[in-house]
């Protein structure tokens, strides 16, 4: 039965919102650095398996031309006009297939689509190989998702068109850090360019398992490379193997300032960015990690803090949260579809 409130909303016109007019305003970020689209030249026809293929540069120049599409909403603008993108979801996916797909008709181009495995030649025991090979033919990207964390190799190897890693098991998810970051450096533009006194240096905590989490472990990663804007990362876990083996060992190599706690609450105060996950996905199913963490309206959140999330959650973050300063969760799963437009349009237009 259809309630009153909502035969209110009913007789309302729907509106389309204008992200540039709020919080997430990219233009500060596009003020921030300047424009260089040789540095992401090299990036041209390549695939991308893996945070560690960005530098610092690349990740700038991505969030700049991220902010430029975010700001002008696409305006016209159809660079992929005539091109194929294979989307080849294996796994379940609502924001990342999505994104993906509305990135690429946004920019012009067409899809084809696979959103059930068991209609595919795999699910008959056809190669990765094999199936990589006949991908060639039919499109000129593919974007993958797979809970074999080794299919992205193994397809890799036969395809001779860019192949791009839309999260492969507990292995990596490099296109949500780059999303993550582009909602960071919106934020505070100033992390993005350098040189930032040690005390506006920020302290970002991570609630999850590093050695576990795709998203997690490509978001270090990314952020390996700003670590000179980071004061510490606080990682927040019950768990006995927080990373995988030398993790741990790479990051701090390359100046990112780790600590790990089980008390989450006495960490919380001193966080800047709080970037929460409880979700792993093993094998056709996933695990619950540190479910007895949770932030809610109660949370002694920093007052000026930002919470951010890789999307779906659950119990894990309180909706009551929703509504306040501290949702960037949202923007930062908006801003996914203006970096993989950064991202595809690079791959392909140079």
């Known amino acids: 039965m259809v309630k009153q409130r909502q035969l209110e909303k009913l007789k309302q016109r729907v509106e389309p919102e204008n992200w540039t007019d709020g919080i997430e305003m990219p233009l500060a970020l596009m003020g921030a650095c300047h424009e260089d689209p040789a540095i992401l030249a090299s990036l041209a026809f390549r695939s991308i398996i893996s945070a560690k293929q960005f530098s610092r540069e690349q990740i700038v120049q991505l969030c700049r031309l991220a902010a430029k599409f975010e700001a002008s909403q696409n305006a016209g603008y159809f660079p992929l006009t005539g091109r194929i993108l294979i989307s080849a979801f294996y796994e379940p996916s609502t924001r990342t297939r999505l994104s993906f797909e509305s990135v690429w008709q946004r920019l012009g181009g067409d899809i084809i689509s696979i959103t059930d495995p068991s209609t595919t030649g795999i699910a008959k025991?056809?190669?990765?190989h094999d199936v990589a090979e006949m991908m060639n033919h039919y499109g000129d990207v593919v974007v993958l998702r797979d809970s074999n964390e080794d299919a992205i190799y193994e397809m890799h190897d036969a395809l001779r068109i860019p192949i791009v890693n839309a999260g492969n098991g507990i292995d990596e998810h490099p296109t949500q850090a780059l999303a993550d970051v582009y909602a960071i450096f919106k934020w505070q533009p100033a992390l993005m360019v350098g040189g930032v006194d040690p005390k506006d240096r920020i302290t970002i905590g991570i609630i999850g398992v590093p050695g576990r989490m795709r998203t997690v472990r490509s978001l270090l990663t990314l952020l390996s490379r700003f670590s000179g804007s980071i004061n510490e990362v606080i990682i927040v876990s019950n768990t006995d193997e927080v990373f995988s083996e030398g993790q741990r060992e790479e990051l701090e190599k390359d100046g990112l300032r780790l600590r790990v706690t089980t008390e989450l609450n006495k960490a919380l105060p001193n966080m800047d960015i709080v970037y929460i996950n409880a979700i792993a996905w093993v094998g056709d199913s996933?695990?619950?990690?540190?479910?007895?963490?949770a932030l809610t309206t109660k949370s002694p959140l920093k007052k000026n803090a930002i919470i951010l999330?890789?999307?779906?959650?659950?119990?894990?973050?309180?909706?009551?949260?929703?509504?306040?300063?501290?949702?960037?969760?949202?923007?930062?799963?908006?801003?996914?579809?203006?970096?993989?437009?950064?991202?595809?349009?690079?791959?392909?237009?140079?």
């Open 125 to 128: 025991g056809e190669s990765y």
């Open 286 to 293: 996933y695990e619950e990690l540190g479910t007895e963490y």
């Open 309 to 350: 999330h890789p999307l779906a959650r659950g119990d894990e973050l309180d909706t009551g949260l929703d509504s306040t300063p501290h949702n960037w969760y949202f923007a930062q799963a908006r801003g996914a579809v203006y970096m993989r437009m950064a991202l595809l349009s690079t791959l392909m237009r140079f």
